[in-house]
T-cell receptor
Framework: KAGVTQTPRYLIKTRGQQVTLSCSPI?????VSWYQQTPGQGLQFLFE???????NKGNFPGRFSGRQFSNSRSEMNVSTLELGDSALYLC????????????FGSGTQLSVL | KQEVTQIPAALSVPEGENLVLNCSFT??????LQWFRQDPGKGLTSLLL?????REQTSGRLNASLDKSSGRSTLYIAASQPGDSATYLC???????????FGSGTRLLVRP
């Protein structure tokens, strides 16, 4: 069974641009969540989607948005990029349930110049 | 607000040694606690998940314990190997959503 797939693997953008990252969850998983990882702040929760609905959102500005499609694939978008948005963006999927683990993709490394 | 702390931040041990990684959390009303491994530049691999009603979970050479009353979890690695070198992160889940609160991790180096 294929794991969580994130594309692209690497991205280089300049300040002010926008970017869209994609995540395909494990087949059958309906929950997709996104995390930002930086050396200074560690892993921080961005948002979670379940059945195309945003179920929870972290403390990030409105420039960060996401969506989930009917096939559970998810995208996140960052508009008006800032230098501080440089990070590893990780997507995770899970079956719904108390004892279900989170399975992470390899991430998208975003560099903002 | 839940805060998760991991000590030590880095650890270097010789191959074959048994070791313990520590994770503490401030809010004991957790849903579950999960331990992950992360290799450089890669995503996270789930190692063990402990439900709030459980005291420990085991998988191979790994054993994780949970003590909600003291706000602590430990990950025990037996007979460490160089392949165990990675960053280990613990994360608490507070409700039915998948918003995990992560610790900052322990970077482990197992020397041959």
């Amino acid at each position: 069974k294929a794991g969580v797939t994130q594309t692209p693997r690497y991205l280089i953008k300049t300040r002010g641009q926008q970017v869209t990252l994609s995540c395909s969850p494990i087949s059958g998983h309906r929950s997709v969540s996104w995390y930002q990882q930086t050396p200074g702040q560690g892993l921080q929760f961005l948002f979670e989607y379940f059945s195309e609905t945003q179920r929870n959102k972290g403390n990030f500005p409105g420039r960060f948005s996401g969506r989930q499609f009917s096939n559970s694939r998810s995208e996140m978008n960052v508009s008006t990029l800032e230098l501080g948005d440089s990070a590893l963006y990780l997507c995770a999927s899970s079956l719904q349930g108390e004892d279900e683990k989170l399975f992470f993709g390899s991430g998208t490394q975003l560099s903002v110049l | 607000k839940q805060e998760v702390t991991q000590i030590p931040a880095a650890l270097s041990v010789p191959e074959g040694e048994n070791l313990v990684l520590n994770c503490s959390f401030t809010d004991s009303a957790i849903y579950n606690l999960q331990w992950f491994r992360q290799d450089p530049g890669k995503g996270l691999t789930s190692l063990l998940l402990i439900q709030s009603s459980q005291r420990e979970q085991t998988s191979g050479r790994l054993n994780a314990s949970l003590d909600k009353s003291s706000g602590r979890s430990t990950l025990y690695i037996a007979a460490s190997q160089p392949g165990d070198s990675a960053t280990y992160l613990c994360a608490s889940r507070m409700d039915s959503s998948y918003k995990l609160i992560f610790g900052s991790g322990t970077r482990l180096l197992v020397r041959p």
